[in-house]
């Protein structure tokens, strides 16, 4: 049962590079999330997907773009990566409707690098 | 205003000392809260997760969580810490947006487990 799943886990970019990062889940879940963790701000949400078909941005959009390819998989594109994007990213899954206390399921994460 | 907020950046112990690591919250905010850890170079997983069907909430490895709305806090302790206790604690409470449930995270506490 593989759960949330990430790739890269370890990825190296140039400033200015473009790059997607990976995320697949096979729970089912309606919902998928993106969040960046950085030392002292816990993990802040980039971008969200309510279903398949739907994404939102969350508080710390500027910079990247998601894709919801399906209801399995919710990808996340750097465009034109910046030395303020270094940071360890999360993709997350979740089953909502089914209460406000329904937890959410995390990836192994991707350590993110730009010089 | 923070949804939530954790007392202490880091917080260390002796093995077999109490872990108590501090968690408030808004009191603007419903209390859909939950405890997450993060071992070294991991996501994170469910520590436990306030029900209202009790105050005091039993999470997995001994920890517990206690609600007490009169002082808005939901606070994590162990009453005997184990080395396999150093991680990333998160405390997070689950808001509404729009008609989508976010899970917004504190700041984290790191804990340090001596011998």
């Known amino acids: 049962n593989a759960g949330v799943t990430q790739t890269p886990k370890f990825q190296v970019l140039k400033t200015g590079q473009s790059m997607t990062l990976q995320c697949a889940q096979d729970m089912n879940h309606n919902s998928m999330y993106w969040y960046r963790q950085d030392p002292g701000m816990g993990l802040r949400l980039i971008y969200y997907?309510?279903?398949?078909?739907?994404?939102d941005k969350g508080e710390v959009p500027n910079g990247y773009n998601v894709s919801r390819l399906n209801k399995r998989e919710f990808s996340l594109r750097l465009e034109s990566a910046a030395p303020s994007q270094t940071s360890v990213y999360f993709c997350?899954?979740?089953?909502?409707?089914?209460?406000?206390?329904?937890?959410?399921?995390f990836g192994q994460g991707t350590r993110l690098t730009v010089v | 205003a923070q949804s939530v907020t954790q007392l202490g950046s880091h917080v260390s112990v002796s093995e077999g000392a109490l872990v108590l690591l501090r968690c408030n919250y808004s009191?603007?905010?419903?209390?859909?809260l939950f405890w997450y850890v993060q071992y070294p170079n991991q996501g994170l997983q469910l520590l436990l997760k306030y029900t209202s069907a009790a105050t005091l909430v039993k999470g997995i490895n001994d920890f517990e969580a206690e609600f007490k709305k009169s002082e808005t806090s939901f606070h994590l302790t162990k009453p005997s810490a184990h080395m396999s206790d150093a991680a990333e604690y998160f405390c997070?409470?689950?808001?509404?947006?729009?008609?989508?449930?976010?899970?917004?995270f504190g700041t984290g506490t790191r804990l340090l487990v001596s011998p």
């Open positions: 997350a899954s979740s089953d909502q409707g089914q209460g406000m206390n329904t937890e959410a399921f």
């Open positions: 009191s603007s905010v419903p209390p859909y």
């Open positions: 997070a409470v689950t808001l509404m947006n729009t008609g989508f449930q976010k899970l917004v």
């Open positions: 997907s309510a279903s398949e078909g739907t994404t």
